[in-house]
């Protein structure tokens, strides 16, 4: 029997506990070390934690012999830095999303190629049964896909969130709310096709000046599009996402944290899976398709991670690649149109 994975969190923040409390539940993964700029931030979070091995500095943790991997959970300006330093200390590396650019996530994924150690973005619906099952049968369920459409708001009016400071997370909404929208389209659209047209708009905050919401349509090289809207200023946690195909249409209204699983206030009693429609239906002929998991997907994603560290440089390895840096890419045109609007 293999070893766990050893994984080592730089940051203390919220995703970070969501992120330890998911490493103890995973087959296969052990919390070793955690590091923070503040000691007594790091030493209270080991503590809640099962007291892992504790650091004042990210450097000192990715070159400690007790880490395997390490998950980054910096402000997004510092991710590339600590990434790519645990690559080539030979560590495998989950990093928290979005990245500056997709240049700066091609730095990454190459540092993790020379290093020969698996590279993951942390996208935790990817990691739901459901996203492979609607993956395999979507083509027999609603024929070709023609659109992809997602809206995801989360209430957040809070000027002092990290997510408001243009100089730790540049592109604010579009950064961390429009990636699930474009990882979506990531997923589900063919990996052969490209975006020939992006149609964007954002609002920015009145007082911080970051971008509080995007909503837009990008246009594929095969007539498909992918239509979205994403931020901070709806006043209800909203996740919709629909798939329309040539014979039919698949729709969830919780693609990004499953109710049943998701980290905010899970509803472990909640119907998780998706509703079909084909042809001219009403409601009572929908298809409501039950998809659980026994096993959070954040959960999931860790478990993934120690599956790639078995192989880093297998097709699991270079999928997670090809998908992080698909995902980057049109984040990237999104914030381009955005400025242009």
């Not at 030493?43 to 099962?50: D, M």
Request: glycine share 8%.
């Amino acid at each position: 029997m293999s070893s766990p994975l050893r994984v080592g969190i730089v940051g203390c923040g919220f995703i970070a506990d969501v992120i330890a409390h998911a490493i103890a539940e995973a087959d296969g993964a052990v919390l070793a070390a955690v590091a923070s700029r503040r000691m007594e931030t790091a030493r209270a979070f080991s503590e809640k934690h099962g007291s892992p091995e504790v650091f004042a500095s990210w450097e000192e943790l990715v070159a400690s012999s007790g880490v395997d991997a390490v998950y980054v959970a910096t402000p997004t300006v510092a991710r590339e830095a600590v990434a790519v330093a645990a690559a080539r200390a030979g560590r495998h590396v989950l990093a928290d999303k979005p990245f500056l650019s997709l240049d700066s996530v091609r730095r990454i994924t190459a540092a993790c190629r020379t290093g020969g150690v698996a590279f993951l973005d942390a996208t935790h619906f990817t990691h739901h049964p459901r996203t492979a099952q609607l993956k395999r049968e979507r083509q027999e369920r609603i024929g070709t896909l023609e659109a992809v459409q997602s809206v995801f708001f989360f209430p957040n009016n809070d000027r002092a969130n990290i997510r408001f400071d243009a100089t730790k997370e540049p592109t604010g909404a579009i950064g961390d709310m429009a990636w699930y929208s474009m990882r979506a389209a990531a997923e589900f659209l063919p990996e052969d096709v490209v975006p020939v047209r992006v149609s964007a708009e954002g609002t920015k905050d009145p007082v911080t000046g970051t971008w509080v919401r995007s909503a837009g349509c990008i246009r594929f090289s095969n007539g498909s599009t992918t239509t979205w809207d994403a931020g901070f200023t709806v006043g209800s946690l909203v996740m919709d996402l629909s798939l329309f195909g040539s014979g039919g249409s698949i729709h969830m209204d919780d693609y990004v944290l499953d109710w049943a699983g998701g980290m905010l206030g899970a509803d472990r009693n909640a119907w998780v899976g998706f509703v079909q429609r084909n042809g001219p239906a009403t409601p009572s002929s929908f298809q409501r398709v039950a998809t659980p998991s026994p096993t959070r997907q954040a959960v999931r994603m860790i478990e993934h991670l120690a599956r790639l560290a078995r192989d880093p440089r297998g097709p699991e390895a270079t999928e997670a690649i090809r998908l992080a840096e698909r995902t980057q890419g049109m984040v990237d045109l999104v914030a381009e149109a955005v400025g242009r609007a």
